[in-house]
């Protein structure tokens, strides 16, 4: 199994519905993270989340909120998804310190909003 | 803040030839660097990173990266590259001012022709 799991893996919405995409990890990790991939864009920080009680902004998070239900999960959510937020959305997990920079990543999730 | 510079989106290479991925990166403070791969349809994994000591880096799959902080530079390197090098890379770069949390480039993607 992996050790950091995404759900759905694709979904297909319409303009205004809301959508929670979830992740779980079994690495024991404190930190996770949510990114986005756009082609050409790289990736870019939506929130970050270093304990349960800890939950920051990214880059980009307009549009997005987050839940860290426990040390595995993290979930996040579209309010009201709109076509511009059409993307492959990673979570990733790590430990802290200078080791942060050492991701592990899910397979993502493909999010395609009409 | 930090950022990265990958100077190539794509690179097209035939088999068994040498390969280099080019990457500039700019920080105020010292820097831990890192090279993942995105093979198609998966996440990202980690190929390589620096945090310290030698400048010259080896990963996995005969890859191999030099930091050289006089140029900010963690250019990726293979003598030889195989049909099963094609993927997206992406370089990035985290520091204490950032939380250690990395900073992507726009990633660059090596096409193998046979």
């Known amino acids: 199994d992996a050790d950091v799991t995404q759900t759905p893996r694709n979904r297909i919405t319409k303009t205004g519905k809301r959508i929670m995409l979830e992740c779980s990890q079994t690495?024991?990790?404190?930190?996770m993270y949510w990114y986005r991939q756009d082609p050409g864009l790289g990736l870019r920080l939506i929130y970050y989340?270093?304990?349960?009680?800890?939950?920051n902004k990214g880059e980009i998070s307009d549009g997005y909120s987050v839940s860290r239900q426990a040390q595995a999960k993290f979930s996040l959510s579209l309010e009201s998804a709109i076509p511009n937020q059409t993307a492959l959305y990673f979570c990733?997990?790590?430990?802290?310190?200078?080791?942060?920079?050492?991701?592990?990543f899910g397979e993502g999730s493909r999010l395609t909003v009409l | 803040a930090q950022s990265v510079t990958q100077l190539d989106s794509q690179v097209p290479v035939f088999e068994e030839a040498p390969v280099e991925l080019r990457c500039n990166y700019s920080?105020?403070?010292?820097?831990?660097l890192f090279w993942y791969v995105q093979y198609p349809n998966q996440g990202l994994q980690l190929l390589l990173k620096?945090?310290?000591?030698?400048?010259l880096v080896k990963g996995i799959n005969g890859f191999e990266a030099e930091f050289n902080k006089s140029q900010t530079s963690f250019h990726l390197r293979k003598p030889s590259v195989h049909i099963s090098d094609t993927a997206e890379y992406f370089c990035?770069?985290?520091?204490?001012?950032?939380?250690?949390?990395?900073?992507f480039g726009r990633g660059t993607s090596l096409i193998v022709h046979p």
């Open positions: 920080s105020s403070v010292s820097v831990y």
């Open positions: 989340s270093f304990d349960v009680k800890d939950i």
């Open positions: 620096y945090l310290s000591g030698s400048t």
């Open positions: 990035a770069v985290s520091a204490s001012g950032g939380s250690y949390i990395p900073t």
């Open positions: 990733a997990t790590s430990e802290g310190g200078v080791n942060t920079g050492e991701l592990f």
């Open positions: 690495k024991g990790h404190d930190r």
